[in-house]
Each structure stands twice: as structure tokens, then as C-alpha cells.
């Protein structure tokens, strides 16, 4: 099927980035939120993007301004959904929250429009039977959408075989990579991995086999890679790896957390802090000698 119009559940962080890539990618694209505020939020995001693409020679200027006017902002849910082709929901990762907005637009979307999901842990298969459509709902993950240009389709098990030829299609057309997961699994492929990754780097502090900055020289050095574990852990926000660690219940997790609660404790959250395992603006590991 030819996909034209876009509409977007969700004006916050993601909602705003793929509905730019969309409009970007020619399509004509609609942004709905319950929050006025998040709406025009959503448009100083999407300019704050336009100038560094254009500043990054990714897009010209005229680009820029042509993709803004493909989009229409709307806190209502029948205009945004009046001629959708595809709904991309970005709203908040909670399931009741999923929940209830695909239950409202199962009832009022067109009976053409495809159903796709950017949840980053709930799994497609909570949410397929509250849209009324299960065979039309399919998970279509982003990552941050203009760095690391990956889409994850996971199907769930009654998502209809045909929809995920169209996606592929679709998330190459927005400038992504396609990666398709065959059966579901809670956080894709990347964050199972990295999830895996962090887990062995708290073991090792925590078990004092070696210092952090040790860790990450090993990690960094070996897979030729700009950042180690810890480094990662200061950008996704020391806070949150807590939140994700201390509801697992293993002793090395439980270890884990406690280490990284000393850090919260000191108000040390990572980058967006300015410390965490690293001092910022300048982090030692992003030093040339550092791996010396
Ligand atoms: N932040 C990331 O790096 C990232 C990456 C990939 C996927 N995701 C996923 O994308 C989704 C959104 O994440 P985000 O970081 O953009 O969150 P966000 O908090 O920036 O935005 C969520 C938006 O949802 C809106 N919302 C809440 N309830 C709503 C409702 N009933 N109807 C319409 N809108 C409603 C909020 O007003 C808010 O604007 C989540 O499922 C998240 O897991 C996030």
C-alpha cells in the first residue's frame, strides 16, 4: 500500500524526531498530544533539528522550511487521524497510558491505517488487541532517528506477514535501516546487547576485579570503540540505569544498584549533571592520551 500521510501520537522527544524525518522524507505528517505544551515543544525540537542538519550539511535551509510546512500540530485526536495512512505512536512508556490512546484510535482511524508502536520495552502483543486491530499492529522502534538511523519491526504473533515488507520499505524512505526481530523480545536487539554489556562492567567494579577507567580502556581499546560502559552509563543518565538495576533481584544487580545509588546519593547522574563516572563538559576518556 502507498503510505502518504503520517500521524504521530506523542509530541515529546521521539514523536518530534520522527515526525520530522518524516515530513523530511516527503510525507505529509500530523503531531497529536493531550499536552498544548508538548505540542509546541514538539515545533522549537523540530527547529532546534532543522538548524543542526543544516549545519552538518545534511539539509539545505529550503528543506528545512518545507518539511515544517508538511506538518500540522493538533490536539485533536480526529484531525490527526482523519487521512492516516500510518500512526507512529511515541506517547509516554507506560502500558495503561499505550493502552488507553490505542484503544481511542482503534475506534476513530480510518480502517486503512497501519498501527505501529515505538515502545522501547513493552512488547507489541500488550497493545495489539486494545487497538482492534491486532493484524495491522506491528512495533516500529527508532533510535534517536538522526544518529544512529536504525528501526527495529518487530512483529507480534498475529501481525499480519505482508505489513513488514511495507516497513521495511517505509523506514528506509525515513532514512533508517531496517532490522527485523522475529519474534518479540523486551528492549529489540541493541538494547538487549547493551543491557548484557552493562550487567558484565557492574560485576566487575562491583566485584573490585578492576577500576572503571580500567573497564572502559579494555572495552574501548579492544573493539576500537570511543566509549566504554561507564562512559555510556554517564549518557543514559545514571538515574535511570538505577531504575532499570534495582527491580532486578540477582546479587550482582543488587550490588550494582548500590553502587550506582552512592553516585545518585552525590548527585552525580552522568553527563546531564556534569558528573557521573567522568567529569563533563570534557570526560577524561574522550582525552587522546586515555588510552595510552
Ligand atoms: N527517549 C528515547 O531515547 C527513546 C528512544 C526510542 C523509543 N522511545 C520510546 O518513545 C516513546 C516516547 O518517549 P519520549 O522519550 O519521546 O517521551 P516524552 O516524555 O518526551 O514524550 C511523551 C509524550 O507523550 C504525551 N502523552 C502522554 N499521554 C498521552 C496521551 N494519552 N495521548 C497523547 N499524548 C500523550 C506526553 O504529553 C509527551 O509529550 C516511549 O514509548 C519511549 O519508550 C524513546
Redesign the pocket.
Known amino acids: 500500500m502507498e503510505i502518504a500521510n503520517i500521524c504521530i501520537?506523542?509530541?515529546?522527544?521521539?514523536?518530534s524526531r520522527i515526525g520530522l524525518q518524516a515530513a523530511l522524507s516527503g510525507f505529509q505528517v500530523t503531531v497529536?498530544?493531550?499536552?498544548q505544551k508538548?505540542l509546541s515543544g514538539s515545533l522549537v525540537t523540530m527547529n532546534k533539528l532543522i538548524k543542526y542538519l543544516i549545519k552538518s550539511q545534511e539539509i539545505t535551509e529550503k528543506k528545512g522550511l518545507e518539511a515544517i510546512q508538511r506538518i500540522t500540530f493538533t490536539p485533536d485526536p480526529l484531525v490527526a487521524v482523519e487521512n492516516a495512512d500510518l500512526i507512529s505512536e511515541?506517547?509516554?512508556?507506560d502500558l495503561d497510558?499505550k493502552k488507553?490512546?490505542w484503544k481511542q484510535f482503534g475506534h476513530i482511524a480510518p480502517a486503512k491505517t497501519i498501527f505501529t508502536t515505538?515502545?522501547?520495552y513493552l512488547l507489541p502483543s500488550m497493545l495489539a488487541e486494545d487497538s482492534g486491530r491486532p493484524k495491522q499492529f506491528c512495533a516500529f522502534?527508532?533510535?534517536?532517528v538522526f544518529h544512529s538511523k536504525v528501526v527495529d519491526i518487530m512483529p507480534h504473533p498475529n501481525t499480519d506477514p505482508e505489513l513488514i515488507a511495507v516497513l521495511e520499505d517505509l523506514g528506509r524512505k525515513l532514512n533508517q535501516i531496517p532490522i527485523l526481530v522475529k519474534k518479540e523480545n523486551s528492549g529489540y536487539i541493541f538494547n538487549t546487547l547493551l543491557v548484557s554489556l552493562i550487567d558484565a562492567a557492574g560485576r566487575l567494579a562491583t566485584g573490585e576485579v578492576a577500576e572503571i577507567e580500567a573497564i572502559d580502556k579494555s572495552w574501548m581499546i579492544n573493539f576500537n570503540m570511543p566509549i566504554g560502559p561507564f562512559g555510556i552509563l554517564d549518557n543514559v543518565g545514571i538515574d535511570t540505569a538505577w531504575h532499570i538495576t534495582s527491580v532486578k533481584r540477582n546479587a550482582a544487580s543488587r550490588a550494582f544498584a548500590d553502587l550506582l545509588k552512592t553516585y545518585i546519593d552525590q548527585g552525580k547522574l552522568g553527563e546531564k549533571s556534569g558528573e557521573g563516572f567522568y567529569k563533563y563538559p570534557n570526560p577524561s576518556y574522550k582525552n587522546s592520551d586515555f588510552l595510552k
Open positions: 501520537l506523542g509530541a515529546g522527544n521521539l514523536g497529536y498530544d493531550v499536552n508538548s511515541s506517547v509516554t512508556e497510558i488507553s490512546v515505538n515502545t522501547s522502534h527508532f533510535h534517536d
